[in-house]
């Protein structure tokens, strides 16, 4: 089936610009996933470099057993540094640290730390400071995230110092221009593959057909991995009408009004697809302000504001990452290291599907393993 090809249409709600997306050229609707351009899929790597395949799997084992300490010494801590956009809603970045050093003390492995949360879309001066001094301190060790170009033009300056080694956080799909001088890791939940699940869900809900609106993240790879990849699995069956679609500024304020723009543009609106937390929140507020709760939303992530907004039945639906998965193979990717050992390049942590109509008990439960070092 060949790409439509639609008009990107501008306009601006109260102090955000806001975009009207139909189907961008992005993706290929056969596929029902989406090709970023640049970028290999998670999939598409582990089949092209099979050798990463069998590390990744054999490290995804470690994560799931219980550690196994350290046994050669470590003549000086390694030197951590830390940037995350962790001023939000959600709650993963924070947990996700606090996995890892967890987990780092179980191994043994002395380290010393300095973690910068910052907001996401935020001041990139603030983190291009925080990123600059880890450098400047020749930490052995340096976890970001990549999602705007700025921050791009960043790591390749990264890449190309021998002192530092970098680890990119909430990204699982390797950049193809720099194959031979690649990140010490990629590490996250495949945005893909979460993505997938709550299309997969949706299309439980309304088997006969259904009108819905996406709101994005901000401009960036979240939103063509989480937004784009959403519209093309729900492309093929043609039942399905995409109604509108807005970037954010990727929080609960610019989710609401995005909401509040789709509900009143569209009366007969079934669901709300949104792309992170802090978006879902927002849309959770316009859907109570029109009062119509037929008008269906998810989450993205399952972290603790999530899970209680769905066991209060006030989000209906949710893709729940393994959180502490992340911030334990983060650490035991550092072992191996210290150990002389390969290292994955790629590592994805797993996903649950959770629902307003799952039973206490295996909300518990699933909370129980996915914060398992993090509670």
């Known amino acids: 089936m060949k790409n439509e090809n639609h008009k990107w249409h501008q306009t601006s709600i109260v102090v955000f610009s806001v975009v009207f997306v139909l189907l961008s050229s992005l993706f290929t609707v056969a596929q029902a996933t989406v090709s970023i351009p640049g970028f290999w899929s998670y999939d598409e790597y582990l089949k092209v470099f099979p050798e990463q395949k069998t590390l990744t799997a054999n490290l995804k084992e470690i994560v799931r057993e219980k550690p196994i300490p350290l046994t050669m010494p470590v003549k000086t801590p390694v030197k951590i540094s830390v940037v995350y956009p962790g001023e939000q809603i959600s709650d993963y970045w924070r947990r996700n640290i606090t996995a890892f050093e967890r987990r780092m003390k179980e191994l043994n492995i002395p380290y010393s730390i300095n973690s910068v949360f910052t907001k ?19 930490s052995d060790y340096l976890i970001f995230t990549l999602d705007t170009t700025r921050h791009r033009k960043f790591v390749q300056h990264v890449l190309n110092n021998p002192d530092t080694k970098l680890i990119l956080q909430n990204i699982t799909t390797p950049v193809k221009e720099w194959e031979g001088n690649q990140p010490f890791m990629y590490v996250g939940f495949d945005h893909a593959k979460g993505t997938q699940a709550l299309a997969d869900y949706y299309k439980t809900q309304f088997p006969g057909d259904a009108r819905y609106a996406v709101l994005y993240f901000s401009q960036g790879y979240i939103s063509t991995a989480r937004g784009d990849t959403f519209i093309a699995d729900m492309q093929p069956d043609q039942k399905y009408h995409l109604s509108s679609a807005y970037y954010t500024n990727a929080n609960r304020e610019s989710g609401y009004t995005a909401a509040m723009s789709a509900l009143s543009t569209d009366k007969n609106l079934d669901f709300i697809y949104a792309c992170s937390t802090d978006i879902a929140f927002g849309a959770m507020d316009a859907i109570r302000k029109f009062k119509n709760d037929k008008v269906m939303i998810n989450g993205w992530g399952g972290g603790s504001a999530e899970l209680d907004a769905i066991a209060k039945k006030e989000l209906d639906v949710t893709v729940m990452r393994m959180n502490d998965d992340t911030g334990i193979a983060m650490a035991e990717a550092i072992k191996l290291d210290l150990e002389h050992k390969p290292v994955p390049t790629v590592f994805s942590g797993d996903f649950e599907i959770v629902t307003k109509n799952d039973s206490p008990e295996r909300l518990s439960k699933l909370k129980k393993y996915a914060f398992r070092y993090s509670n």
Request: glycine share 6%; no cysteine.
């Open 120 to 138: 996401p879309n935020g001041d990139m001066r603030e983190q291009s400071a925080s990123l600059y001094k880890a450098l400047k301190d020749k």
